[in-house]
């Protein structure tokens, strides 16, 4: 009688044990139990509002494919993705060819450098920088080193004009380091640094644009005046007059020239992760 007591119970015993390991491999595997034992069905659709969102196994041989839209909300297809931002920039400050920097004296020698990490000032809004020669002389090149608005290194090579200013491609939230490249006889020849009109996303945009009047993934540009209470917001997908949008840069030239003290407001399509 002993001895069949005890069968019973290892018996019981191994029979919750195998219950727990079942409901151990439901978790791990991604299945659902539907009953108090063991029958068990495998998720593999969740409707979101209308929308549907494919899930599989890390074991599946078949690719992940993702697809949710909520309208306006997020949109993944495959891993790459939309995230509607509005990006805020109120005030922006007018445009400065030595707002970073005052007159560098441009060295001697072709291969000759000058760094200069002091007296420089950073942007106050996220936006790309430019260099002003004061001479003919004034043909090197200028490295700048600073971060991107994640707080990423950045740099920048902008090679000089003579006495005209030269416009970078990538925006900058600081500015660390300024590098001045020599020509063989520069007579005195400075180059100053400064901000210009073209503002960065703060996220990346996710399709080439082309600079028209519909730059893909830039939805809408408000502005406001300076003292101005009410926002003047672009019909959807049409952009201002003078807007460009550089796709591989992220940045924006929200109209042909900023006007100090006013305000931007950019809605566009960002990278979802």
Known sequence: ???????IAILLVVGLLLGLAAAACAQVYGLTQV????????TRVLEFHGATMAISRATDASTTDYAIDFGTGLYLTGGAGKLPIVQVMDPVAALSVDGVHAAITIPTGATVTTTVTTAITSPVTYRVLSITGSAAAALSKVVITGTDW??????????GNGAAKVIGVKPFKTVTQIVVWGVATPGGATY???WDDKLGLYRPITVANTGTAMDGDVTQIGHRAT???AWDITTLNVLPTGAVVNATYDTVLPETTITAADGYMITYNASGW
């Not at 009688?1 to 069968?7: E, G, I, L, N, P």
């Not at 707080?151 to 902008?158: E, Q, S, V, W």
């Open 150 to 159: 994640a707080g990423n290194t950045t740099t920048d090579t902008i090679t």
């Open 1 to 7: 009688m002993k001895s069949r007591t005890r069968r």
């Open 227 to 229: 003292a101005a209470t």
């Open 35 to 42: 009953s108090d034992w063991f029958r068990v069905v495998r």
């Open 192 to 194: 100053t640094i400064g």
